[in-house]
């Protein structure tokens, strides 16, 4: 099993920038494909980025493509998000989660954090 939290939201206006991070516990964060979710108030739960276990492969979907940018320290059990030239529409809660096997499709991640808040000001 595998612990997450995040932190590192927060509010900021648009067209600025902020890095969301993940600490992760528990065993063998390195052998997980993680990922970053958002859900805004009324929508559906998305997909914003992955990146396999090594970190050599990632998948963002074409609305962050170009803005946001995942990547890990396995040596500090820790993925990042950063995210540049923010927009209203960003606004959501952001999680982390965790599953076994890098994949592009949508799939079920069995680990999940708390979330975080980001809120985007115009």
């Known amino acids: 099993q595998v612990q997450l939290v995040e932190s590192g939201g927060g509010l900021v206006q648009a067209g600025g920038s902020l890095r969301l991070s993940c600490a992760a516990s528990?065993?063998?964060?390195?052998?997980?494909?993680m990922a970053w979710f958002r859900q805004a108030p009324g929508k559906e739960r998305e997909r914003v980025a992955v990146?396999?276990?090594?970190?050599?492969?990632?998948y963002y979907p074409d609305f962050v493509k170009g803005r946001f940018t995942i990547s890990r320290d396995n040596a500090k059990n820790t993925v990042y998000l950063q995210m540049n030239s923010l927009i209203p529409e960003d606004t959501a809660v952001y999680y982390c989660?965790?599953?076994?096997?890098?994949?592009?499709?949508?799939?079920?991640?069995?680990?999940w954090g708390q979330g975080t808040q980001v809120t985007v000001s115009s």
């Open positions: 989660a965790a599953r076994l096997g890098f994949t592009s499709v949508p799939a079920s991640y069995p680990y």
């Open positions: 528990g065993r063998s964060f390195s052998a997980y494909a």
């Open positions: 990146i396999s276990d090594s970190g050599r492969r990632t």
